[in-house]
């Protein structure tokens, strides 16, 4: 399974764009990445997954380079609520997804 | 969207009971469950992996006699700790995968809180 890094922490002020870096290095073939949002005393949500170049939803963007290495989260101006853990995994159907200790994100007014 | 559910919310125990704690899938079925485990401040730690039908993957270092798993139906799964301890108290999160589908969809979580 591919192990991931991202940086434990990151401060933003409100309206500002996030970006939020993740290296896969061993990423395989067939693993997709996904990222999650987790709120303190609640399970993780979904916020985007792709598998190559740019894939965008309504809550935020997922660059990836065309050697897979690494990929980006985008989140367009945060808000306090954004304020959260960010996790980056990677994997495929069927295989359990290894949790990093994630990104630390706040958000400041 | 895919939705998860777990029932209980939360739950306080005496030392030396045992709690279940089930996971639905609500809107799709689950070939895959997954159930996890998270200290205050930690990530998420996978505890077992589970497929519809047949016995859960335990992770080493989880005692498969005291954390019991079953995955009896698509949409179902659930986590019994058995003789439980002060220190299993923890917030248990389920994952569920629809077959095909990369994604996982994660419960709200339960906390369990042993006396």
């Known amino acids: 399974l591919a192990k991931t890094t991202q940086p434990i922490s990151m401060d933003s002020y409100e309206g500002q764009e996030v970006n939020i870096t993740c290296s896969h290095n061993?990423?395989?073939?067939?693993?997709?990445i996904t990222w999650y949002q987790q709120f303190p005393s609640q399970g993780p949500r979904f916020i985007i997954q792709?598998?190559?170049t740019k894939v965008t939803n309504e809550v935020a963007s997922l660059f990836i380079p065309a050697d897979r290495k690494s990929s980006t989260l985008s989140l367009p101006r945060v808000s306090l609520s954004d304020t959260a853990v960010y996790y980056c995994?990677?994997?495929?159907?069927?295989?359990?997804?290894?949790f990093g200790p994630g990104t630390r994100l706040s958000v400041l007014p | 969207g895919a939705v998860v559910s777990q029932h209980p919310s939360w739950v306080i125990c005496k030392s030396g009971t045992s709690v279940k704690i089930e996971c639905r899938s609500l809107?799709?079925?689950?070939?895959?469950m997954f159930w996890y485990r998270q200290f205050p401040k930690q990530s998420l730690m996978l505890m077992a992996t589970?497929?519809?039908?047949?016995?859960?993957?335990?992770e080493q270092g989880v005692e498969k006699d005291k954390f019991l798993i079953n995955h009896a139906s698509l949409t179902l799964s659930t986590l019994t700790v058995t003789s439980a301890h002060p220190e299993d108290s923890s917030f248990y999160i389920c994952?569920?995968?629809?077959?095909?589908?990369?994604?996982?969809?994660f419960g709200p979580g339960t906390r369990l809180t042993v006396l």
């Open positions: 792709g598998y190559k």
């Open positions: 061993n990423i395989a073939t067939n693993d997709y």
């Open positions: 809107d799709f079925q689950a070939t895959t």
């Open positions: 995994l990677v994997g495929n159907y069927g295989q359990n997804f290894v």
């Open positions: 994952s569920a995968q629809g077959k095909g589908n990369n994604e996982q969809f």
């Open positions: 589970s497929n519809e039908g047949s016995k859960a993957t335990y």
